[in-house]
């Protein structure tokens, strides 16, 4: 489909009721304010790659995290993916992933998913003022959270999509839970045909919000204490009222195009993508996000971006762990009945810490 005055005006209207109230926000000086930092951490093997610079692009399972618009073009019949990542390696933590996404009705009645995000965090000493070194137990810190997808493809050019999910974190004795919703629109279309009939769809672009949902407040034991009352006679166990946290909401806005790499009028083997973000946070600083992947026959790709940030490149102005740089690669093996069967490795640079890696794989069913 090629882009038309009415396609451009609808789209427009699209972006400006997604973004009336998110666009405004971006402020660094509020940062570290929102609690479940957990829905910020992208644990898939593919998008991870390219970042937010993906969100035009991404597809199947894997587009619950990113822009949800993508899960209803990338599943053939079923698909189920699963990724581990080593997240700021030395930290000892990991972070597993599954994603399940089912086609209805052969499409016809859109993609139905579901994400499962659990973190696996090694054991932390307990102290007390009595036991400032602890020697006394350990205990261990839960991040979950499960989404629920539905996305439909509504024309070659127009895909959307929502998710609904559920955060639950705390420590045995203090906990909290929320529920965020997550929406997406992608828009495909062929700019430049050229003389090749099979380049087409050679432009990708996705608009998403996400943690969107109230606040989430800390409950449990571990807020309170003893104190001792004003006369001294006797204590009393005291409740520390804990302020609602908010959600980390953002909007994404992220547009890709193929460009052909063949000498060869009718060949389409070779495809370089250029892609690019802009990433508006609520609560730090906004992100721009450029990136390439290189594809072979569909069959094997490598990719690398930078993700930019205010400061980023002063250790004593950096907000984030991360220093810019990231990078992956994937391989698609042919499984048969438009089956297949792919592994993906993520890479993205830290410091401190000595990375984040990820690793995984997806399984396409077909037929």
Do not use: C
């Not at 899960?71 to 972070?95: A, D, H, K, Q």
């Not at 994603?99 to 579901?114: L, R, S």
């Not at 000493?125 to 137990?137: A, H, L, S």
């Not at 439909?152 to 965020?180: C, H, L, Y």
């Amino acid at each position: 489909m090629i882009l038309n005055r009415k396609n451009i005006i609808g789209l427009g209207m699209l972006v400006a009721a997604m973004s009336t109230n998110i666009v405004k926000a971006g402020n660094p000086e509020r940062q570290g304010q929102a609690g479940a930092a957990q829905l910020t951490i992208n644990s898939w093997g593919r998008s991870s790659g390219l970042g937010y610079a993906y969100g035009g692009m991404t597809k199947g399972a894997e587009a619950m995290y990113l822009n949800v618009a993508g899960m209803s073009r990338g599943v053939n019949t079923t698909e189920l993916s699963f990724y581990r990542s080593e997240w700021l390696r030395g930290s000892g933590i990991g972070v597993n992933t599954v994603g399940f996404a089912q086609k209805i009705n052969g499409g016809e009645g859109g993609t139905f998913g579901i994400s499962v995000m659990q973190f696996g965090i090694k054991p932390i000493e307990i102290t007390t003022e009595q036991n400032p070194y602890g020697g006394i137990g350990t205990y261990r810190v839960n991040m979950t959270n499960i989404g629920l997808a539905y996305s439909k493809t509504f024309s070659n050019a127009i895909s959307a999509g929502v998710v609904v999910r559920g955060v639950s974190e705390g420590i045995p004795d203090a906990q909290a839970s929320g529920i965020t919703l997550d929406a997406g629109v992608q828009y495909i279309t062929t700019l430049k045909p050229g003389n090749n009939a099979k380049k087409k769809d050679d432009f990708k672009f996705g608009i998403s919000i996400k943690n969107i949902g109230p606040g989430m407040k800390h409950q449990g034991e571990g807020l309170s204490y003893k104190a001792i009352l004003d006369n001294g006679t006797f204590t009393k166990t005291v409740q520390v009222k804990a302020e609602s946290i908010k959600m980390p909401s953002f909007l994404n806005i992220a547009a890709a195009y193929d460009m052909k790499l063949d000498s060869d009028p009718n060949q389409y083997d070779n495809k370089l993508t250029a892609a690019f973000s802009f990433t508006n946070f609520a609560f730090s600083a906004n992100q721009a996000t450029f990136g390439l992947e290189y594809s072979y026959k569909e069959i094997f790709s490598v990719r690398a971006g930078f993700a930019y940030q205010e400061g980023i490149f002063n250790v004593d102005t950096r907000t984030s762990a991360f220093t810019g740089l990231q990078g992956g690669v994937s391989y698609n093996f042919n499984a048969g009945d438009d089956s297949e069967f792919s592994v993906d490795y993520s890479y993205r640079a830290t410091n401190p810490f000595s990375g984040v890696h990820t690793f995984g794989v997806r399984l396409g069913l077909g037929k």
